[in-house]
């Protein structure tokens, strides 16, 4: 009977015994990030001879681990994107970036400007606004611009950390595997929290799925199937790599046994900080980025446009106000031509220009192929441009091809190029830092009209000159001869009856003879006359009698006129920004300054709103995740202290067993004496 006594006590004392020890170690790891509460159970001994075979294990639920991972890449996704949208819309929300207001300044500078246009002072009013409005552009894009190279920074960082954690989880498989599986093996539940953990730390960095090996390894796949982490140790690492912008990279897969075989992946297939990272990127900071250079952009080239249809204060015919920048296009890794390509904004064609990158393909050794692409670099589709006949090296635009439409581009190209070959233009990326004064004299401000008309005093009737408007001043391409002339001026234009006018230069010799016009509607003269190309035109308007005739010429002396000043006011509000690159049939496509400002800054904040509301459901999501795993595989300190004086009575009581055991045979030892 002792024997048995002692046996039972000695099961007893050493079951209490690692019960003690399982209920010490929980409370002594209460602060251990992903330990999870341990618990010993044991079998009772057949015949009732005390306790029998105990086990070990670890509270934890798969399916709420598995949700768990899922909530805390969404929330790492959110929280990441958040944080980043943050910044900019920081930017853009401090009135001292702000652009809309430079550029309302500047236009307020000219009307001043336009009210007195003899005025030296009013002028450099001008020249002081535009230069604080280019500051403003490179103050911003800068800003923007250190918020790309602080992605590529992070994305850095997280990509080492990540792939720290894919060799940590291979490691601990093969370590867990290496205890085997059999009954009584008893399972590494310290290595076991770890994989855990560590599962739960790559969790944050991507979207992963887990799934268990026969051998006890967990093989990680990404959430749309591609492994990280697969049997007997293999895995799997990621790497960046910009083709063909160096500045904008993208996530690589290889498996670390055959680096050879890479696969690309995208936003989707990410999640975790590594997506929200570049969904913040791709959806906010790059169109962000080109919504500003295609402002910049158009801004500097209409201002251009306009200052050249006018003559400066010097008498001479208008020039640029500002130096728009050119860039080079990116060559893809796979090009096997030697070719360059230089991207520059054709004269006067920036309001064709949309809020996109560009993918130049040569199709074949004579063919180009312009198409628009999105964030993301995928073309979008009904852009493409075709042009044939190409040599090298050659300018590409809508001049030299006669497409109505090149999206305000043109090209230099030089050979050779072959087949297949294709380059990233970039126009609008870096623009808004790189726009420059091209003069800062005031002088150079072109207010007054080049032309000027004048009625001859004996007319009979009472017709005038109305909207004598200046088109082009392009020498190439018009009768304007820089500095200070016109071709053929001054230009007679006689009246001869059946509202039919003739237009003759400067030495009485014809030039054009419209048609009989209708009563009332006496417009465009020099194009109804056949000249179209002389760069400027006009209208008639009251009665004129046969004979009757009107001057025009060149503005000598002109300097108190504001006509050309008041077109350069009138591009404040003019619509002259592509909305879209295609847009549908009847569609709006443009906008003015400051609508494109305006829809910029609202772009911006409406992106951080709807980061701000997902990160604050994803918060609210990964919480209830969390305390529903906290609720089995957390240690309570409660629960802990109850069940440490509990087993401690039962280790008191099991000693008990032992010395009546001992008191048993001792009395039987002396009743046979």
């Known amino acids: ?60 639920s798969e399916f709420t681990s598995a949700q768990l991972r899922r909530d805390t890449s969404k929330l790492a996704f959110a929280n990441q994107y958040t944080a980043e949208a943050n910044r900019i819309d920081g930017l853009f929300s401090n009135p001292a970036n702000s652009i809309s207001s430079a550029m309302n300044d500047l236009f307020q500078k000219l009307q001043t400007a336009n009210n007195d246009p003899s005025a030296i002072s009013t002028r450099q009013l001008i020249i002081s606004s535009s ?26 960082l997280d990509l080492t950390q990540t792939n720290s954690l894919i060799r940590n989880i291979s490691e601990l498989n093969r370590s867990i595997a290496g205890f085997g599986r059999g009954d009584n093996a008893q399972p590494p539940l310290d290595l076991l929290d770890r994989r855990d953990e ?44 910009g083709n063909p912008d160096p500045n904008v990279r993208n996530v690589q897969l290889s498996l670390n046994s055959k680096p050879s075989v890479i696969r690309n992946l995208g936003i989707e297939e990410l999640g975790g900080q590594l997506g929200g990272l570049l969904k913040f990127r791709d959806d906010l900071l790059i169109p962000t980025q080109m919504q500003l250079g295609q402002l910049a952009l158009a801004m500097s080239d209409a201002l251009n446009t306009q200052n050249k249809l006018g003559m400066n204060a010097n008498g001479e015919l208008g020039g640029d106000l500002f130096v728009l920048p050119q860039t080079s296009g990116l060559a893809f890794q796979g090009n096997t031509g030697t070719g360059t390509v230089t991207v520059d904004i054709e004269p006067g064609k920036a309001a064709q220009l949309p809020p996109n990158d560009f993918l130049l393909t040569f199709t074949a050794p004579d063919t180009i192929t312009l198409e628009a692409t999105d964030t993301s670099g995928n073309v979008v589709p009904g852009s493409a441009v075709t042009v044939t006949g190409v040599t090298f090296p ?42 420059n004064l091209a003069t800062t004299r005031p002088e150079d401000i072109a207010l007054a ?7 001859a005093e004996d007319n009979l009737g009472n017709a005038q000159v109305d909207k004598l408007i200046v ?28 509202n039919q006018f003739e237009v003759r230069d400067n030495t009485n010799a014809l030039l054009g003879t419209t048609p009989a016009l209708p009563n009332g509607q006496l417009n465009d003269i020099m194009a109804e006359a056949g000249l179209a190309t002389y760069g400027f035109d006009f209208n008639i308007t009251g009665i004129p009698q046969t004979g009757d005739n009107f001057t025009i010429e060149y503005n000598t002396g002109g300097f108190n006129d504001n006509r050309n000043g008041l077109e350069i006011a009138k591009l404040q509000t003019a619509e002259t920004m592509r909305r879209y690159a295609v847009a549908t049939p009847n569609a709006d496509n443009s906008v003015s300054f400051n609508e494109a400002y305006g829809t910029m800054v609202s772009f911006v904040g409406d992106k951080t709103a709807q980061a701000r509301n997902s990160q604050a459901a994803a918060e609210a999501l990964y919480a209830q995740t969390q305390q529903l795993k906290e609720s089995l595989s957390g240690v309570s300190l409660d629960e802990e202290a109850a069940n440490l004086v509990r087993f401690q009575q039962s280790y008191a009581a099991a000693s008990k067993i032992i010395s009546t055991s001992q008191t048993i045979f001792d009395t039987l030892l002396q009743a046979v004496r």
């Open 1 to 60: 009977m002792s024997d048995n006594l002692l046996k039972i006590g000695t099961s007893a004392v050493l079951a209490n015994s690692m019960l003690l020890n399982t209920t010490s170690n929980n409370i002594a790891n209460v602060n251990t990030q992903g330990y999870s509460r341990q618990r010993t159970e044991f079998e009772a001994q057949t015949l009732g001879l005390g306790v029998g075979r105990g086990t070990t294990e670890r509270l934890v």
């Open 131 to 156: 230069e604080s409005l280019t500051d403003r552009f490179a103050t911003l894009s800068n800003l923007v611009l250190d918020q790309a190279s602080y992605v590529n920074q992070q994305l850095d």
């Open 198 to 241: 560590a599962l739960r730390q790559l969790s944050e960095k991507l979207d992963i799925k887990v799934l268990d090996s026969d051998n006890g390894e967990k093989l990680v796949f990404m959430a749309t199937g591609q492994s990280l982490v697969v049997e007997n140790g293999e895995f799997s690492i990621l790497s960046l790599n």
């Open 394 to 435: 050659t300018t590409i635009d809508s001049q030299t091809t006669g497409v109505t439409d090149f999206y305000g581009l043109s090209l230099q190209l030089e050979g050779p190029m072959n087949d297949g070959d294709r380059f990233a233009l970039k126009p609008l990326s870096s623009a808004a830092r790189n726009i």
């Open 449 to 455: 009209s080049p032309v000027r008309s004048e009625v």
């Open 471 to 498: 088109s082009n001043t392009d020498p190439a391409s018009s009768a304007f001869v820089p500095p200070d002339t016109i071709n053929g001026a001054p230009f007679t234009v006689i009246h001869i009856g059946n």
